[in-house]
């Protein structure tokens, strides 16, 4: 008999979104006639642009030739794809190299697997609520996480205890799920913390691309000090709507080195490199060509169009809860709103009580930690007309 891996026994039986699917979908078998508008999980719904469209339509036609066809492409992503992200980050002003970057198919893989390269008995240190991939691809492997409170004492944003020691940190900022945002006095803060304890941040910033404060950090390397002590990881999928089109992308500086129990110097852009080599074969070249795209001008201002699209209907879901004074966070500088459910309802209740009473998606607050708890969230990447039909059942309903 194989010897599985029972630190699956101590995950729950399916992953967030998934449990939130399976709920909707055996409401609307229950209830074929209802008309349910999801503003659950954040995934787009506008197309991509007509700049990343016309690359993507290039790339396919590049494989119908023998002269332009590719096949096997280096795990670590086509150079042109690196190069337009280091040239995003130069206009943003942040420089990196190419090769720092590596090309995935998105942010969740990556913040997954980067566990691979952590051996036992680190303190890992995670803020509650968070995106559930952290806790549970740690879990996976056994490992024991120690929980940051974020709440509305910190507005959401856990900052070091300098009594706590840790060795892995994950921060994203702009936050999933409270949309919470970081300035750069707070991540300079981390980043003093890391070096000092020898620690190392996972920076997941795949929301990035919705700060228009120019004032906010959009990547930790904006902080100095942050490429001996971080790697960070982005995804398309927010900021071009590659939900489905699938390509992420994470920094690993050169910088970024520590030193074994024996004794020798271990880089981690190295080790990256070793595990993507050998686990990983690439993104696809179809997609890292529209990819490429959408970091030029052009397609990134295609891409900013979107952006704003959502962030109107993040506004319009905001006044909504304003209007039922219902105290929320996000959704300025994120696509996310956050907000205490009416009543002191938890967080599951309520997410019943509106997929029964409104026909509306939620995520509830608990299915990213324990401070979630009284905590609902709705994201702002729906179509207009059904934010709007959505916000008006809301209006009746609270
Ligand atoms: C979310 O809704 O939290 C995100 O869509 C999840 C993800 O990006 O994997």
Redesign the pocket.
Known sequence: MPKLNENYLNLKESYL?SEIANRVNKYKKENPDKNVISLG???VTLPLGSEVIDALHEGVNDLSKAETFMGYGPEHGYMFLREAIVDYYKRNGVDITAEEVFISDG??SDTGNITDMFGPGNVILIPDPT?P?YVDSNMMNGREITYMDASEKNDFLAMPDKNVHADIIYICSPN??TGAVYNHAQLKEWVDYALENDAIILFDS?YEAFISDPDLPRSIFAIEGAKKCAIEFC?L?KTAGF?GARCGYTIVPEDLKFTSSTGKEMSLNAMWNRRQSTKFNGASYIVQKGAAKAFTKEGMAQCQENIAYYKENARLIAECLKEKNIRFYGGINSPYIWFECPNNMESWDFFDYLLNNAQIVG?PGAGFGKNGTHYFRL?SFGNRENTIEAIERLNKLL
């Open positions: 979104f999980i954040g995934d942010a969740k995106y991939v999933n799920p795949a995804s999928s939900t995520t994201t």
